[in-house]
């Protein structure tokens, strides 16, 4: 469907670790891409995330990485299936990129000691998280390199090296701390030089890395780049584009029990209004700050709404109010004109100037060509279809500068920003820094998260469209449905902005799905918050890759 109500999502434990991982490994093998996403136990000292060097930077996360663990991994495994449309056409024009979609949340358990730090506990506290489920069912791991005696046959270690021996593309947001955390704890001691890393990660992922932070900000120049706000804006989007006959994507979940123990419902269901095509009503008290950043220093607290149709819909709002201030400027510019060129006419008749002399001279002024229209028609701001995004111009009045720096507290500058996050515990704990949301629970049976908040993710509305108190984190703030979000805007991305395929073929393997899709352009660039460019993940000559990592890939059989 290219609009769902629900995600399941597999949780992942000790107890039915081993009973799921054939699921597991089937889904990663038979994938056109993987997407991921950690909860970490801290990130430490935000500033040092944020050093001009990237050199330094990297020294700074390394030795957080080494202190820290990972506490629950989200995989989105995506399959690229025929349209549901159009069984013999892929991806034509208005024809839908079919997906099967599979997601796991894996609670982890390092069993070294680790550093947890405050902020992120009260963080996770705050969003439901359950460390009595972690430290009694979270699934055993250990940092570093391989243990001689290891002879687990199913682990969180030999499950990412089965990442690295698929050649799936791999999908991150904000990925580079990810990346980090998932090497020195699944994989092997982070190398000293961040040269090395880099040529480390070219050799594990011959697939290619995307980061849809980075193709959110730098390629579809999003008005923000947070996982929520990207998620939600490339859902409402695609629905939209399947009412007008756009290319746009469809999803098709496993079907599961309805008393499956282990499986989790997310409700994402969007709004009415979306999915009737009734424009967007003016909402009332969205918080600037979290609308730009994606996390607000009042937390819990604020009493304005962080919910991200609120958001959207005051957007889509102001562009649509804008535009029709435009049409009238222009009607009454037009007007002006129209009565100039009477009187100017009447005065050339009277002087004797012949009146196409006077018509070319309105012309000239107004920009028009000679039939007095303005070019093209209509102004050059008025191409924006009613709802659609209008990027040359500031869409919620914040300027260049914050939307650069848009985001998370990850991309927020070393100043008075993070020194109130810090003072307030809002630093998150995940590698993105976008405060995601989470109002999970966990039970003995499978049920609908987020029902408690009725049309979650704020639709801010019940079944029957009734608006009701908005909740300040609408979502869930689980490593599983983040990871889903991520995989979901990367297959929106390719079906807006990749090549349409000129035949019904379909990628046979991960490796090939960035070539055959042309996302070349996209592939092995990283966000770097505070910077102008990306992390380009490519081979230096100037640079050979670690020891320990050459070690661990001829045991894989990847050299």
């Known amino acids: 469907m290219a609009w769902f109500s629900s995600v399941p999502i597999v949780d ?27 909860e970490l136990s801290g990130l430490g000292p935000r500033k040092n995330l944020m050093l001009r060097s990237f050199d330094e930077r990297y020294q700074a996360l390394r030795e957080v990485a080494k202190s820290h663990s990972i506490l629950s991994l989200g995989l989105s495994c995506f399959k690229v299936v025929k349209g549901d449309n159009d069984p013999d056409d892929l991806c034509a ?19 070294e000691d680790y550093v947890v730090e405050p902020v992120a506990l009260r963080f996770l506290v705050e969003h439901a998280f359950d460390f009595n489920k972690q430290y009694s069912q979270g699934v055993s791991y250990y940092r570093g390199v391989d243990k001689v005696d290891d002879k687990d046959t199913c682990s969180p270690r030999i499950l990412f090296s089965e990442l690295i021996v698929s050649n799936v593309p791999i999908i991150l947001h904000n990925g580079l701390i990810d990346l980090a955390f998932l090497y020195q704890n699944l994989y092997s001691n982070l190398p000293p030089k961040a040269s090395q890393f880099i040529c480390d990660m070219c050799e594990m992922f011959t697939g290619g890395v995307l980061d849809t932070k980075y193709v ?3 390629e579809v120049r999003m008005v923000a780049s947070y996982l929520e706000y990207v998620f939600r804006s490339c859902q409402r989007n695609n629905a939209r584009f399947c009412h007008e006959g756009k290319p746009y994507i469809t999803v098709e979940f496993q079907s599961f029990p309805k008393d499956s123990p282990f499986v989790e419902y997310h409700n994402c269901a969007l709004p009415k209004s979306i999915i009737n095509g009734i424009p967007p009503k003016a ?16 937390g819990m607290q604020c009493p304005k709404s962080h919910v991200a149709d609120d958001i959207l819909d005051e957007e889509e709002f102001k562009l649509v109010a804008r535009k029709k201030r435009r049409n009238q400027k222009k009607r009454e510019r037009r007007r002006k004109r129209s009565h100039q060129g009477g009187d100017d006419r009447q005065q050339g008749s009277q002087s004797g100037e012949p009146e196409t002399k006077i018509r070319c ?10 039939d007095g229209e303005e070019r093209n028609g209509e102004d050059e701001d008025d191409d924006f279809e009613d709802g659609e995004q209008d990027i040359s111009t500031d869409v919620d009045d914040r300027t260049d500068k914050e939307m650069s720096d848009t985001v998370s507290q990850d991309d927020v500058s070393v100043g008075e920003q993070n020194k109130e996050a810090n003072s307030s515990g809002q630093i998150a704990q995940t590698h993105d ?25 704020g639709s801010g509305t019940n079944a029957d469209g009734d608006s009701h108190l908005k909740p300040k984190y609408a979502g869930c703030h689980r490593a599983g ?17 990749g090549r349409v395929p000129s035949s019904a073929d379909i990628p046979s393997i991960g490796a090939s799905f960035v070539e055959f899709y042309a ?6 660039k990283l966000y770097l918050g505070g910077k102008d460019v990306p992390l380009q993940i490519t081979k230096s000559h100037f640079s050979k890759p670690s020891a320990s990592h050459r070690e661990k890939m001829k045991r894989l059989g990847k050299l």
């Open 216 to 218: 959110a900000d730098f």
């Open 433 to 457: 820094s976008d405060v995601d949301m989470s109002k999970s629970a966990d039970s003995s049976e499978s049920k609908v998260l987020g029902s408690v908040v009725g049309n979650v993710n």
């Open 12 to 38: 992942v434990h000790r107890d039915n670790f081993e009973s799921i991982w054939p699921s597991i490994i089937v889904a990663i093998r038979n994938s056109s891409f993987v997407a991921l996403d950690a």
């Open 481 to 497: 449905f983040d990871a889903f979000m991520t995989g979901f805007a990367m297959a929106t991305f390719v079906s807006q902005h």
């Open 361 to 370: 001279q309105d012309n000239m002024e107004d920009g028009c060509h000679g």
């Open 93 to 111: 024009a208005g024809k839908p990129l079919g997906f099967q979609v599979q997601t796991y949340n894996i609670t982890l358990l390092c069993n």
């Open 283 to 298: 909402p009332e008290n969205v918080c600037e700050q979290y609308a730009a950043h994606g996390h607000c220093v009042k």
């Open 519 to 524: 996302l070349e352009e996209l592939v092995n």
